[in-house]
């Protein structure tokens, strides 16, 4: 797992541009700590950070491959998980192979099949090649956008990246955001608009996107999307076949050549990978396998149960580790280190998250870094089989269910901001054009039809900020987090199975845990959802209470002119663990608006954001 940079513009020599391509690939060395590379021509420069995973010695990078008279050269983040899949089609083409990365096989299949390659890929993926003999530079990002890869256009330039911090390495590329920008950090935020870079003249490549630049211009369009179709299987042989696809997934995705572990929280999702890879591990390795938790100091004393966190995760891990005989450790995150974090999570980021939400994530990968390079975690599995609240209750309004409590949130928002961004029409807007592009099946019941645009809301607004947090957090400190449940296959075959099987039981998750039976206990099979956790300790409110009070009373602070100053020190001044503030999914509640808002702050500053 690595970072990737580039620099390609036809109209200019670039050789005497080293300085540049490095400087954009040093901001990505959290990203990859193990080696670093460039390639450098009269048109191209690419740069790459590598996380060592998969032959260690063979695949360093950008590679380059010679091959019919014509010349190629990758620079590539990410893990095919069908590797060996390839190779062998590749080999019967007539393709040898000097070692068995990943990287090497890419690099083939894209000389073999061009940008037809992306079809034959299952895995997570952001790369870039350069087609000498073409002049062109093909760029591809994986189906579920688990790797990221933003890009500006700047005169005839492209410039592209990880991660936005790479390309503000760049002369050309400065941290401007305007009202659109402005809309998504606090309107949208922390989620984004897909392809949305919030900075000015930035971009993200869609999920399931490729784009090519050449001396014609800059072209970029879908190469997968989801196809809404009938479901001809019934119940038992659905949940075989998602039985199947699960294992299977997980399987794939145990290959590494560097220790490997799970992130375990005894819930159903990330229960189920640990077991399926612990009967690998026993069976196929011999060995006993690593899992790893994160608790937070006083939280047996200070844990609030309620609808979305009903039991704390502490005695469901015990159960776990003592049913697989895993070898476990638990970090126990304290107030300080979550507070202090905050503002690293949003350099990891790059732009304001999900508060603490992402600052003990990354507290916990610096941690397991300690033990591992590569894990598995259980994120997804509530968006693509239905875990969240609301797929079975009655939303109020039609706007993202996460995001119930607009209102909520613009309160603290400055009446000239207000003016300006238009926020309800920004968000009705977005929203509206997310349900313009649900696939639709002249199949479907209305109820059918409504629960197919909830996924599609979940599978392409929600889930991409937990795959960015999973991403960044765990990216910035050299550990690489796989996500099975993010499997192109599952993800496609679960699309067309109806909402009466999904609900199995009238359960979240329904299907899932039924296809599970034998894998698990019954209880944690059946055990209900519950969240990443978080801190339930008072003090930590009190902390954020005095970091905002800092902050409104430093007249240089520059969220000031953005925010009503009032209302924020209402909220700070009057906030107790109760008050209930639920304006962004399930985690982030009053404590995390305040966090939000610190994060902001610190962003604009660090960042040297201006607004245009």
């Known amino acids: 797992m690595c970072g990737i940079a580039g620099w390609i513009d036809f109209s200019r020599n670039l050789k005497e541009e080293r300085a540049v391509i490095e400087a954009m690939t040093g901001t990505l060395s959290r990203r990859g700590p193990d080696a670093e590379g460039c390639y450098i021509s009269d048109h191209v420069l690419f740069g790459h950070r590598r996380l060592a995973v998969i032959d260690i010695e063979g695949g360093v990078q950008p590679m380059a491959l010679s091959k019919d008279g014509n010349h190629y050269v990758l620079t590539y983040n990410g893990e095919l998980y069908n590797t060996e899949d390839i190779r062998s089609l590749l080999l019967e083409r007539g393709h040898r192979f000097n070692g068995w990365s990943d990287t090497e096989v890419l690099l083939h299949a894209y000389a073999e099949w061009g940008d037809g390659c992306v079809q034959y890929l299952n895995g997570i993926f952001a790369f870039a090649v350069w087609d000498a003999q073409n002049q062109r530079v093909f760029l591809a990002r994986d189906r579920m956008g688990i790797k990221p890869l933003f890009y500006a256009l700047r005169g005839s330039s492209l410039v592209f990246g990880s991660e936005l911090k790479a390309l503000f390495k760049h002369p050309n590329v400065k941290p401007v955001i305007g009202d659109e920008g402005l809309a998504e950090v606090f309107a949208i935020g922390p989620a984004r608009t897909p392809g949305h870079g919030v900075f000015s003249d930035i971009f993200e490549l869609k999920p399931g996107w490729s784009a090519v630049f050449s001396r014609g211009g800059f072209s970029a369009a879908p190469y997968w999307e989801l196809k809404s179709d009938s479901h001809p299987d019934d119940f ?22 560097v220790p490997l572990c799970v992130l375990l929280s005894g819930g159903l999702d990330s229960s189920a990978i640990a077991a399926i890879t612990a009967e690998v591990y026993r069976k196929e390795m011999g060995m006993t396998l690593r899992t790893y938790s994160v608790d937070y100091v006083d939280n047996d004393k200070n844990f609030r149960p309620n609808a979305f966190q009903p039991n704390p995760d502490a005695p469901w891990v015990e159960r776990m580790v003592a049913f697989l005989k895993t070898e476990h450790k638990t970090l126990y995150i304290d107030t300080p280190e979550l507070t202090e974090a905050l503002y690293d999570a949003v350099i990891a980021r790059d732009l304001p998250g999900m508060a603490d939400i992402d600052s003990s994530l990354l507290l916990m990968s610096v941690w397991v870094k300690q ?54 029409e920004y968000v009705r807007a977005r929203y509206d054009e997310a349900m313009g592009e649900v696939p639709v099946f002249d199949g479907d019941s209305p109820e059918e039809a409504q629960k197919r645009a909830l ?4 599978l392409t607004r929600w889930m991409p900020t937990l795959i960015d947090r999973k991403d960044r957090m765990s990216m910035y400190t050299g550990l690489e987090l796989r996500v099975p449940y993010c499997d192109h296959r599952i993800v496609e075959y679960v699309w067309n199975i109806p909402w009466s099987m999904k609900f199995y039981k009238e359960r979240e998750k329904g299907l899932l845990r039924h296809a599970l039976t034998g894998l698990l206990p019954e209880d944690v099979l059946w055990r209900k959802k519950s969240p990443f956790p978080k801190t339930h300790n008072p003090n930590y409110i009190d902390v954020l209470r005095g970091l905002t009070h800092a902050m409104l009373g430093d007249s240089n602070a520059p969220i000031l002119p953005f925010i009503d100053v009032g209302a924020v020190k209402t909220l700070a001044d009057t906030m107790t663990p109760d008050t209930n503030i639920p304006w962004f999914g399930q985690l982030m509640n009053a404590p995390q608006m305040l966090a939000y808002l610190l994060q902001i702050n610190f962003w604009m500053k660090h960042y040297g954001v201006t607004i245009s």
């Not at 038992?236 to 145990?254: G, I, N, P, Y």
């Open 236 to 257: 038992d042989t659905t949940a075989e076949t998602v039985r199947f696809l699960v294992t299977d997934s997980v399987r794939r995705q145990l290959v590494s050549d």
């Open 371 to 424: 033990y591992a390079t590569v894990g598995l975690s259980g994120e997804c599995a509530d968006e693509v089989f239905g875990g969240y609240p609301w797929f079975y209750r009655r939303m109020e309004s039609e706007t993202f269910p996460w995001a119930q409590h607009l209102d909520r949130r613009l309160a603290v928002l400055s009446p000239e901001l207000r003016a300006r961004i238009r926020p309800e």
């Open 455 to 458: 996924f599609y809301l979940n």
